[in-house]
Structures are given as structure tokens and as C-alpha cells.
């Protein structure tokens, strides 16, 4: 990175405090992230040395989790389309393994699903690193700038956070438009690039003091930031996504608890039979050796408080609160494993679709909205690791394999992958509708075909479908031809 030419026009709008909104965002997200934790407050006040009835049930968190788990599956491959495998190897140590991988957007879909916006860092290669680096950022600390006639065009982010020594940092990131263009030649107008201002401020005597830079500004040569970003959900007219968890849901949450909390405290009091007595004193009343109640008063009276209620109206609006959060949430009871809401039997896969629809086409949009910016995160590491160039940033191809959303009838789906083959459905979309990764699965064969030949050649088992033919053999395309002239030569 290198000292600036020049200040940014934006510099000084990302330096201005959070406003309003920025301040309520921030509100809705602590309360989300609480939610989420299952950190609900107690319904019901419990008296010092009482029995607790509090009854808290987190049903918030299964939502956002049943959400990443459909949006990215067990595994998501990302690969280049060129072939190169340079390239490839890139992308491999730029997202790792699968599990480094998975776990890195999981985290970052969380965020999604929490707060309604991902962030995730990017960070060059420096000293012994071989690739770039990736760091899910806390939505919590970030703000997005945008224009003030264009809320999709990010003019800055601005990182804030305290220090562990009393103090609080600043980090704007902001952007540079020496043509003013960006808002008509694109996001990515390739003459932009952004430069990197640090501040921090402390409090002396209980006051806070101004903002003071820290060391010299920093220049990030690309028109792209070194900070990728996405909605969770689409969200019109605002730069910031749609949370999984909003306030009306976790209200409902809320409601839930207050429900079973007051359903736990009437069984305790009024579940099991309380004896009572009328005219009479305790030394009137005994109970003989044979379990029977006497009484010594002829006016006395005695009897048992029962609970003639069961409770129904209760429960049932319990069922309906649950069943609004699912509405709300659009994750139905049978993604989450509730019993009750299980299929019973076998089901076609028209049933099956019907019974997740909700649940699939919410998915169906995140993957829209996470999957570009996880393109565009690649294509920019592959941009500074100096494997493509700069203009082919934008047209550069990136495949994202997802896998289904819905469990597979492995001999359904094999009698269909039949049939679609037949009528010239290629093998990669069939193994990719299967759930197979092609390129994987084309290895193996080879590797395969590779072993039987070399058995073959040692006498051992027969040759596999793509061996040449033993010398002075006709190939498979000879022996095609050879019963095609014999077929003409009949019908002579």
C-alpha cells in the first residue's frame, strides 16, 4: 500500500457520527443477538428462595441455523471455469478445505441471519503467506456509507470498536472517484481505488476526547474494497439486508415464553387435588389407621379442590404461536424435526417440495445474494494475487456448486438421471442434480479405468470400457463401422 495522491471527497461524510438509524440498527441487532443466545428476560418474577416457572424456550436460534444449513448444504464448491489450474489452486488456499471453508461462511451467514448483513475482510498475502486472507467482520462494529441518490453505491465503511485499554479505534475505509463516474460507469469503476485513515479517541476526566489519526493514511490500489459485503435477504431502498430474526418474531418468541411459563405455573398450584375443610378446627379432624377422614364436629364439611380446566386454550394458543413464527420465519415445523408435523409414510417429491416451498425459495434467495459476494471475493484474490487482470475482474467466471435443498430418493433420482440422459441431458448437470461433485467423480474413474488396465495387462480381470484395443484389434469406431457396412450390405 502507498500514501495517498490525494483526499477523498468521502473522507470527511464517513467521519461524521452514527445517525438515527445507524443508532436503532444497532439497537435491533443487540436484541437479535440476545435472542439468538436464548438470553430472553423471565416472564415471571421469582420471589428469593421460590420455585422458579420460568419457562424459556429459544426459538430463534433454530431458525437461523436451519437457515445456513439449507443455504450452504454440507459442502459448496467454488472453482474458476477456465480450467486453469493455477487459478484453481488459488481458489483452494484462498477458502481451504471443506471444513475451513464451511465454517467460514457459516459464520458469516449467521451474522446474515442475525443482523440482516454479512461482512467478511480481505486481507493480502504479506510475509510467509502463501494466499490471501479471510475474516468474518461483527456486523455490529461495521457502517456502510452510501450515496446519498444511490444506496447501493458504498462510498465508505467505517470500522468502530473500544480497545482492551479503555480506548476506542476508528477505521474508515473510503472510497476515491477521480472521474466521478462510479455511480454511472458501476460499482467497480476501474479508476477508483480507496484509501485507509486510522483514528482513536479516549476519555480523560469522564470526558471523551476528539478523534486523532493514527500514523499515515494508507492507499488500496483496486476499485474494489478490501471489504466484501451482502443482504441477508432482499431488502429495497436500504444498503442494509433483512435479518431472519426481526422484532416481530422475536416478540412472538417472547409471547411463547410468557405462554408456558404461566401453563408451568398453573400445573404446579393446581394439578394434583388440594383437600379442604369448613366448621372445623384441627383437633376436630383425624385420620384413622384404614386412610378414613373422621370428623368429631357433626357441622363440619370437608371436600377437594380439583383443576376442572385442562388447560386447552393454553396449549393451543402455544400450537398458534409457533405456527406464526414458522409463518413468519418461513422455516416450516418439518425442517426443524418437530414430530407432530412430520410426514407419516412415503411421499412424491411434488409433496415434499410443497411441504419446504417457504423455506426453498427464501433459500433460493440468499443464495443469490451470498453467492456474488462470494464470487466477487474471489475474483478479487484472484485479482491480487496477480492471476487475472484488473479489467477482467467483472467478466471472469466463477461456478458455485450448492447442493439440493431437499433429501434425494437415491432410486428415483437414478431412474429419472435415466431417462433425462436418454433424451441428451448432459452427465455433469445429472451428477450435479444427484448430488455428486462431476469433476470429482471423472477422477476416480480415471483413476479407476487406470487400475484396470493394469490388471488387465497382467492377465487379471478385463479391460475397462476406454482401453485401446490389444494390437492388430479393430478400435471400438472400427467395429461401429465395420457392423454398419454389414448392415448395408443385407439390406441390399
Same mark, same amino acid.
Given at each position: 500500500?502507498?500514501?495517498?495522491t490525494?483526499q477523498p471527497t ?7 457520527p452514527p445517525s438515527q438509524a ?5 439497537q435491533h441487532?443487540?436484541?437479535a443477538?440476545k435472542a ?6 423471565k416472564?415471571l418474577?421469582?420471589?428469593q428462595g421460590?420455585?422458579?416457572?420460568n419457562v424459556l424456550?429459544?426459538? =430463534?436460534? #433454530?431458525i ?5 444449513s439449507f443455504?450452504?448444504?454440507?459442502t459448496?464448491?467454488v472453482?474458476g ?13 484462498l477458502?481451504g478445505?471443506d471444513?475451513d471453508r464451511m465454517?467460514?461462511?457459516s ?6 441471519g442475525v =443482523?440482516?448483513?454479512a461482512f467478511?475482510k480481505l ?6 503467506m ?5 475474516v468474518?467482520?461483527d456486523?455490529l462494529l461495521?457502517?456502510?456509507?452510501t450515496h446519498p441518490?444511490? =444506496? ?5 465503511f467505517v470500522i468502530?470498536?473500544p480497545?482492551?485499554?479503555?480506548m ?5 475505509i473510503a ?8 455511480g454511472?460507469?458501476?460499482e467497480y469503476?476501474l479508476d477508483?481505488?480507496w484509501t485507509i485513515?486510522t483514528y482513536?479517541?479516549s476519555?480523560?476526566g469522564g ?7 493514527v ?5 488500496w490500489?483496486y476499485?474494489f474494497?478490501?471489504?466484501f459485503?451482502c443482504q441477508n435477504?432482499p431488502?429495497p ?6 435479518p431472519?430474526?426481526?422484532p ?6 417472547r ?5 408456558q411459563s404461566n401453563t408451568?405455573?398453573?400445573i404446579r ?26 370428623l368429631?364436629?357433626k ?7 380439583e ?11 402455544a400450537?398458534?404461536l409457533r405456527a406464526d ?10 425442517a426443524l424435526?418437530r414430530?407432530?408435523?412430520l410426514?407419516?409414510g412415503n ?5 415434499l417440495?410443497?411441504l419446504?416451498q417457504p423455506?426453498?425459495e427464501?433459500?433460493t434467495?440468499?443464495?443469490?445474494l451470498y453467492?456474488k459476494m462470494?464470487?466477487e471475493?474471489?475474483?478479487?484474490a484472484?485479482v ?5 487482470s ?5 467478466d471472469?467466471?466463477?461456478d ?7 433429501p434425494v430418493?437415491d432410486l428415483?433420482a437414478?431412474q429419472?438421471?435415466q431417462?433425462l440422459?436418454a433424451i441428451?441431458?448432459?452427465?455433469t448437470?445429472l451428477?450435479?442434480q444427484l448430488?455428486?461433485?462431476?469433476d ?11 487400475k484396470?488396465?493394469?490388471?488387465f ?6 479391460? #475397462? ?5 490389444a494390437p492388430g484389434?479393430p478400435?471400438?469406431v ?9 448392415a448395408?450390405?443385407?439390406?441390399e
Open positions: 500500500m502507498q500514501a495517498p490525494q468521502n473522507l470527511s461524510l464517513a467521519q461524521s445507524d443508532a436503532e440498527r444497532l441487532m443487540k436484541a443477538w439468538y443466545k436464548g438470553d430472553f428476560s416472564p418474577k421469582v420471589t421460590k420455585i422458579d416457572d424456550s429459544n426459538r =430463534c436460534a #433454530p437461523v441455523d436451519k437457515g445456513v443455504l450452504f448444504g454440507q459448496l464448491k472453482e471455469t477456465d480450467g486453469n489450474t493455477d487459478i484453481q489452486d488459488t481458489i483452494d488456499g477458502w478445505d471444513d465454517t467460514l461462511l459464520k458469516a451467514a449467521i451474522n446474515g =443482523c440482516g448483513h467478511i486481507i493480502p498475502a504479506q510475509g510467509q502463501q494466499y490471501p486472507r479471510l468474518v467482520m456486523p461495521v457502517r456502510i456509507i441518490d444511490d =444506496c447501493e453505491l458504498v462510498l465508505a468502530e470498536y480497545t482492551a485499554n479503555g476506542q479505534k476508528r477505521q474508515i472510497r476515491v472517484d477521480p472521474d466521478n463516474m462510479a454511472i460507469a458501476g469503476d477508483d481505488y485513515n482513536i479517541r476519555t480523560v470526558a471523551v476526547t476528539s478523534w486523532q489519526p500514523g499515515e493514511p494508507e492507499t490500489d476499485p474494497p478490501p471489504i459485503h435477504l431488502n431502498n436500504e444498503a442494509y439486508g433483512k431472519d430474526l426481526t416481530d418474531i422475536i416478540d412472538m418468541n409471547a411463547l415464553n410468557f405462554n408451568n405455573r398453573i398450584f393446581h394439578a394434583h387435588p388440594k383437600t379442604w375443610a369448613k366448621g372445623l378446627r384441627t383437633s376436630q379432624i383425624s385420620i384413622g389407621i384404614d386412610d378414613v377422614i373422621v368429631e364436629s357441622d363440619g364439611e370437608i371436600g377437594t379442590l383443576m376442572h380446566g385442562d388447560l386447552a386454550s393454553s396449549l393451543n394458543f400450537a398458534v413464527m414458522d409463518e413468519q420465519s418461513r422455516v416450516p415445523a418439518v424435526g414430530q407432530a408435523d410426514p407419516k411421499i412424491s417429491g411434488v409433496a417440495q410443497l419446504f423455506l426453498i427464501k433459500t434467495q440468499k443464495q443469490r453467492g462470494i464470487r471475493i474471489t475474483r478479487a484472484l491480487i494475487a496477480g492471476k487475472i484488473l479489467a477482467d475482474y467483472e471472469y467466471q466463477i458455485l456448486h450448492w447442493q439440493n435443498l431437499l430418493d428415483a437414478a429419472t438421471a431417462i440422459q441428451g441431458v448432459s452427465n448437470t451428477l450435479q448430488g455428486y461433485d462431476p470429482a467423480e471423472a477422477d476416480k474413474s480415471a483413476d479407476e479405468d487406470a484396470k488396465l493394469v490388471q495387462s497382467r492377465g487379471q480381470g478385463m479391460p #475397462p470400457p476406454s482401453a485401446h484395443p484389434q478400435t471400438s472400427q467395429q461401429d463401422g465395420q457392423e454398419q457396412q454389414k448395408g450390405m443385407g439390406n
